[in-house]
């Protein structure tokens, strides 16, 4: 993908955001990678999404330098680029304050896996990290944040490819993905996701499910023995 249309997609996908009631106001971004050059496109602060256009994008090197763009970054692109240097699949990134998957960050609360729609996307839990300490906020904070989530999935030995989203404990979602538009719709997934287990622990706490069925859901999306959807015969 040439980095005129990586442009575009990011703008697109931004867009998307509240074309999919995840965002209000500036409250959300979206980045995506160009790998082979080493660049990173995404949205700039603080701009209305009514206002936003593909040449308004920002690119950065994996330093997080400016290298194309009048307009100042996201202010969160430094958790962006710590992802995007630890998973080295990732090729796009969201990140939002959506309602559902907030309350959970707030909560300090994992999603836990009890239903097929969950399951079909995360093999696990959803995990919300750790709070962050004085020092890492005093700090480089937004830094520090992309070091959160990549603990977190180290010390629980989880696989960002398995489970391609976090809460960030009293803070809010981030969701990645192998395109732009994937890591958009595991936004999507995870905030619906966030809501109807919101919904299911008021009805039943206990919200029991069998690990088996989880593996199957998963298993039919995702791997050698795929079966969801169509196949591909145009190669």
Same mark, same amino acid.
């Given at each position: 993908?040439?980095?005129?249309?990586?442009?575009?997609?990011?703008?697109?996908?931004?867009?998307?955001?509240?074309?999919?009631?995840?965002?209000? $106001?500036? =409250?959300?971004?979206?980045?995506?990678? #160009?790998?082979?050059?080493?660049?990173?496109?995404?949205?700039? +602060?603080?701009?209305?999404?009514?206002?936003?256009?593909?040449?308004?994008?920002? !690119?950065?090197?994996? #330093?997080?330098?400016?290298?194309?763009?009048?307009?100042?970054?996201? +202010? #969160?692109? &430094?958790?962006?680029?710590?992802?995007?240097?630890?998973?080295?699949?990732?090729?796009?990134?969201?990140?939002?304050? +959506?309602?559902?998957?907030?309350? =959970?960050?707030? &909560?300090?609360? #994992?999603?836990?896996?009890?239903?097929?729609?969950? &399951?079909?996307?995360?093999?696990?839990?959803?995990?919300?990290?750790?709070?962050?300490?004085?020092?890492?906020? *005093?700090?480089?904070?937004?830094?520090?944040?992309?070091?959160?989530?990549? *603990? %977190? $999935?180290?010390?629980?030995?989880? +696989?960002?490819?398995?489970?391609?989203?976090?809460? !960030?404990?009293?803070?809010?979602?981030?969701? =990645?993905?192998?395109? !732009?538009?994937?890591?958009?719709?595991?936004?999507?997934?995870?905030?619906?996701?966030?809501?109807?287990? %919101?919904?299911?622990?008021?009805?039943?706490?206990?919200?029991?499910?069998?690990?088996?069925?989880?593996?199957?859901? $998963?298993?039919?999306?995702?791997?050698?023995? &795929?079966?969801?959807?169509?196949? *591909?015969?145009?190669?």
């Amino acid at each position: 993908m040439k980095l005129q249309e990586l442009k575009e997609t990011v703008c697109r996908a931004n867009i998307d955001l509240v074309r999919h009631g995840l965002v209000l $106001f500036t =409250w959300g971004n979206v980045s995506g990678i #160009d790998r082979e050059r080493g660049l990173v496109v995404i949205k700039p +602060s603080g701009i209305d999404y009514d206002d936003l256009r593909a040449e308004m994008m920002v !690119v950065l090197d994996l #330093d997080g330098d400016v290298v194309e763009g009048n307009l100042r970054p996201s +202010s #969160d692109t &430094a958790t962006h680029m710590a992802l995007y240097r630890a998973f080295e699949h990732v090729q796009g990134i969201v990140h939002t304050h +959506s309602t559902y998957a907030a309350a =959970w960050s707030q &909560a300090r609360r #994992d999603i836990p896996a009890v239903g097929t729609t969950h &399951a079909d996307y995360f093999y696990r839990d959803i995990p919300c990290t750790r709070p962050m300490t004085a020092e890492e906020i *005093d700090g480089d904070y937004e830094a520090a944040t992309g070091r959160v989530i990549v *603990d %977190c $999935f180290e010390s629980r030995k989880l +696989s960002p490819v398995f489970v391609p989203g976090v809460l !960030v404990s009293n803070h809010g979602p981030f969701t =990645w993905g192998s395109s !732009v538009d994937e890591a958009v719709h595991n936004a999507v997934v995870l905030e619906e996701v966030a809501k109807t287990t %919101c919904l299911s622990a008021m009805l039943n706490p206990k919200l029991p499910m069998n690990p088996k069925l989880i593996e199957k859901h $998963f298993r039919r999306k995702h791997g050698p023995g &795929a079966y969801y959807g169509q196949v *591909d015969n145009s190669h």
